[in-house]
């Protein structure tokens, strides 16, 4: 079967529903990815990644807090529309601490592991 109806079946089996889930759809990814971090981060780890900036326990349990903090938020329906009232101090603010747990999340991808 090649590349092209593996990808048409797969689309089959998870499809969107509407045009909004399509504009959406880093809203679906982040919800995905949050849920997947709230798992590894309950699991019982045996050990943590030796990364660089992530040399201990404390501190990776600190990078996986913002990176969970991060995809909450992102995935927050409510909060995004409550970012429109926030003044352009706040907002900026909140816009940095987004971006920073996202830079966290592509630098420590690879580390996700037990």
């Known amino acids: 079967m090649n590349n092209r109806y593996r990808t048409i079946a797969r689309l089959r089996k998870y499809p969107f529903k509407d045009q909004t889930q399509i504009e959406n759809?880093?809203?679906?990814?982040?919800e995905y990815i949050y849920n997947c971090l709230l798992q590894y981060k309950k699991y019982n780890r045996h050990s943590h990644p030796y990364c660089e900036g992530a040399d201990t326990a404390e501190k990776w349990e600190s990078i996986l807090d913002a990176m969970v903090w991060t995809f909450?938020?992102?995935?927050?329906?409510?909060?995004i529309k409550a970012l429109a009232?926030?003044?352009e101090s706040d907002q900026a603010a909140y816009d940095e601490k987004i971006r920073n747990g996202l830079q966290l999340f592509c630098k420590y991808f690879k580390c996700?592991?037990?």
């Not at 759809?25 to 982040?30: E, R, V």
């Open 112 to 114: 996700l592991w037990d």
């Open 85 to 87: 009232e926030m003044n």
């Open 72 to 79: 909450g938020e992102i995935q927050n329906k409510e909060k």
């Open 25 to 30: 759809c880093w809203q679906h990814m982040a």
